[in-house]
């Protein structure tokens, strides 16, 4: 039990249970370890009914990247402290707002309580991979006023290697991190050539 005394000669192992329990403060046992990308396709924001119009200008293209993982995103601790990241792989600390903060199930964010409960509850068994995914900007410009100030990029004039992964826990500090996938930058530019020539989707080559 952790209390308050005033004697100097408090002994370490006494201490060290308080330090325990408020490092643990926060602390979350999700683990997301099995992210792998499943497939890459160039849509049209005007129609995505999940995002907001002022995700971007209308029509604006994006790339839907779909992953799976065998965990549940609905049913993990803290789920609704559930987001990702999204930075390009050789500078992951520029401040760019290259994609959705959020993932997504078959139209529904994740989570959406009941409603994404259901959606889960028709399909296959825990130890099937679930497909999830998320959205890219292909280009954004940016106010150079900002603060922090905010990188400009075109993904179609310059395609960049692009880092993904899930992230999630009351205070991040104590939180979780899935592992990360890579989406190539040749992927990328390979995509955004065919933009409105409605190619078919990219998938990842199997092993």
């Not at 100030?149 to 991040?172: I, M, N, Q, T």
Request: hydrophobic share 40%; proline share 9%; charged share 20%.
């Amino acid at each position: 039990m952790c209390g308050i005394r005033t004697r100097s000669h408090l002994s370490s192992w006494a201490i060290a249970p308080c330090l325990a329990v408020l490092a643990c403060v926060g602390c979350v046992t999700t683990k997301v370890d099995d992210l792998t990308l499943a497939s890459i396709e160039t849509v049209d924001l005007q129609n995505q009914p999940e995002l907001p119009a002022s995700f971007g200008p209308p029509h604006a293209t994006l790339l839907k990247v779909s992953f799976r993982t065998t965990s549940d995103l609905a049913r993990i601790d803290d789920v609704f402290t559930l987001s990702d990241e999204i930075f390009f792989c050789d500078r992951p600390d520029v401040h760019v707002r290259l994609g959705s903060p959020f993932v997504y199930q078959q139209g529904i964010k994740v989570p959406a309580s009941a409603e994404t409960l259901r959606v889960r509850n028709a399909t296959a068994a825990s130890s099937v991979p679930i497909t999830y995914y998320t959205f890219l900007r292909a280009s954004f410009d940016e106010n150079p006023e900002g603060k922090p100030p905010f990188e400009s990029f075109d993904l179609k004039r310059l395609p960049k290697d692009v880092c993904f992964r899930l992230v999630g826990g009351a205070y991040r500090a104590f939180g979780w991190r899935s592992n990360t996938i890579v989406i190539p930058k040749h992927t990328i530019a390979l995509m955004l050539q065919h933009v409105g020539r409605d190619p078919e989707p990219i998938f990842p080559k199997k092993p």
